[in-house]
């Protein structure tokens, strides 16, 4: 098939149109103005030539023009690197620059890069076709950021956006903003985010970004400089430049980069856990100290007196780099235990990470008596703590240290994820009622979007205890925390009208929303309500009745 340069030039320009315009087809005026550290949308394309076909892509937003992938069949290839770099970059960077113009200014970030892959006669050329820089609105920009800083972080006092941390993250770490990286401002920035976002259900996406931003930056610029990638997409190994060292082994970027190796281990998903260890593996090839400490004895923030305590009876270690706390039981008394939770309540008392895990070593291998948690030495250490009665205290103190929003034990996932202090929590709710308001207490710090363990906790616990006046309010905050998954059978102990009439109370003052979830894991739903409600008579059908007013009632 021959096809002309001249042809191909258009067909270039054809299919930076039609990116021109897909990206055109959204209000980028109202995207922008979400939160004034967006100051545009797109930053980065990439135009693809192979096999006669091309194609435009916007790899920062896994975007593509529909229709315009290329097709990879085999084609002998006309053009020679001399007319890439000679004819066609030359001209697509005017025409390009002819396109930016004309769109419209929120479209296109404070700097552009358009980048071009083609596949030549000589092989695979990778260029720069064009890349600007708006200094207005850079300035801007930076302007912006400094004011969010200095009100929201600095003499802030309350939550943040998670969208505004997604853009600051990744700001505060460009290198075209802030050329002289300070590495110790940027962590203190990051840890302000998490400060003032304690204890809101958007703490994890805070994190996350922060992460995502760090990550990004380890791999795509800091590690390039003196590492080579050897390993594949999926499972990346870097080896050391042969002719690269670090001239500053324990400050500056290396901060960042034990910053961010720290922030994966403490709070990533385990999987994640490898590349946090790669991080740490290639700072102490470089040669920092630090990082090695790290590895061995964690952050240095807590004195050693605290992260370590060894006897005749137990052994505990604790790193906050790893959120670990490994414990050695080397005699299975009631003691051992006593002092193995002292180690932790005060841990955690001094700042210690709440979604921590624990590394059990012990004789004894003992459960908690409650479907669906997870098999872990966190769980056991707990399970084997509540055998012994006089410890019950302890565990209740322990509990109300853990207890944290947003924050579950290292060593669970998905539907076993559990918030620290679950295991003592559930354990203590099922030996005995004095511990009622302790499991009330715990109920209401629950996030029910990101576990579901308190449906396994519940059911036990009516299974326990019994439906009865006693254990009702409790069990009505449990079922109100509990997520439309839980199987409750305690439809039949409704029968009796002293529980009917102890429901009732104990739902006068809820939302409609929440008296109907009510419903819904008692009965099955308000339509089954109304049914038994039709059927029954006198002061039962009065009772029924007010239950399902109370769901259809307005909201306050």
Not at 22 to 35: C, L
Not at 120 to 139: F, L, M
Request: charged share 30%; proline share 3%.
């Amino acid at each position: 098939m021959d096809i002309t340069l001249e042809t191909t030039l258009n067909e270039m320009k054809r299919q930076i149109d039609k990116w021109a315009a897909y990206i055109s087809d959204k209000d980028a005026d109202q995207i922008v103005k979400r939160t004034s550290l967006q100051i545009g949308i797109h930053d980065y394309a990439l135009l693809e030539y192979a096999n006669g076909r091309t194609s435009v892509s916007d790899n920062n937003l896994d975007f593509t023009v529909p229709g315009a992938a290329a097709r990879r069949d085999a084609y002998a290839e006309t053009l020679t690197e001399e007319q890439v770099r000679e004819r066609i970059v030359p001209e697509l960077a005017a025409y390009i620059g002819q396109t930016l113009d004309i769109l419209t200014p929120a479209l296109i970030d404070y700097h552009f890069t358009f980048a071009g892959k083609f596949r030549t006669r000589e092989g695979e050329v990778s260029v720069r076709i064009y890349e600007y820089v708006d200094e207005t609105k850079k300035n801007q920009l930076l302007e912006r950021i400094s004011s969010y800083i200095a009100k929201k972080l600095e003499e802030g006092k309350y939550p943040t956006k998670p969208l505004e941390t997604f853009f600051l993250s990744r700001h505060l770490l460009d290198e075209r903003l802030f050329p002289d990286m300070d590495a110790g401002r940027i962590i203190s920035l990051f840890e302000k985010i998490q400060q003032v976002n304690k204890g809101n259900k958007h703490l994890a996406e805070h994190r996350n970004s922060l992460v995502v931003a760090l990550r990004n930056w380890v791999e795509e610029q800091w590690l390039p400089r003196y590492f080579d990638q050897v390993g594949t997409e999926f499972q990346k190994q870097f080896k050391k430049k042969s002719d690269t060292r670090l001239e500053n082994t324990e400050e500056g970027p290396i901060e960042l980069i034990l910053y961010t190796a720290i922030l994966i281990l403490k709070y990533e998903p385990s999987y994640s856990r490898s590349t946090g260890l790669d991080m740490l593996n290639c700072a102490i090839e470089l040669g920092s100290a630090r990082a090695k400490r790290l590895t061995v004895e964690g952050s240095g923030t807590f004195a050693k007196e605290y992260v370590r305590s060894r006897d005749e009876l137990v052994e505990c270690t604790a790193n906050d780099v790893f959120a670990e706390v490994t414990l050695v039981i080397k005699q299975e008394t009631e003691e051992s235990y006593g002092r193995a939770l002292r180690f932790l309540t005060r841990l955690l008392s001094l700042g210690f990470p709440k979604s921590y895990q624990i590394k059990l070593k012990s004789s004894v291998k003992q459960w908690l008596p409650v479907k669906g948690l997870a098999k872990s030495g966190t769980h056991r250490f707990f399970a084997q703590a509540l055998e012994y009665p006089n410890l019950h205290p302890l565990l209740e103190e322990y509990a109300r240290a853990a207890m944290e929003p947003f924050e579950w034990y290292a060593d669970t996932e998905g539907e076993k994820n559990c918030m620290p202090g679950s295991y003592a929590v559930f354990g203590l709710g099922l030996a005995d009622r004095a511990y009622f308001p302790l499991v009330e207490e715990y109920m209401g710090k629950v996030d029910e979007e990101h576990q579901s363990v308190q449906n396994h906790f519940t059911v036990a616990l009516a299974e326990r205890h019994g439906v009865n006046s006693e254990t009702i309010p409790t069990l009505v905050k449990c079922i109100l925390h509990s997520t439309d998954s839980m199987k409750l059978k305690i439809k039949g102990d409704m029968e009796d009208d002293s529980n009917l009439r102890m429901l009732l109370e104990q739902l006068r003052d809820l939302q409609s929303y929440e008296v109907e979830h009510i419903h819904y894991l008692i009965w099955g739903g308000t339509d089954k309500l109304k049914k038994l409600a039709a059927k029954a008579e006198r002061d039962r059908g009065q009772w029924l009745s007010e239950l399902l007013q109370l769901s259809s009632r307005r909201s306050r």
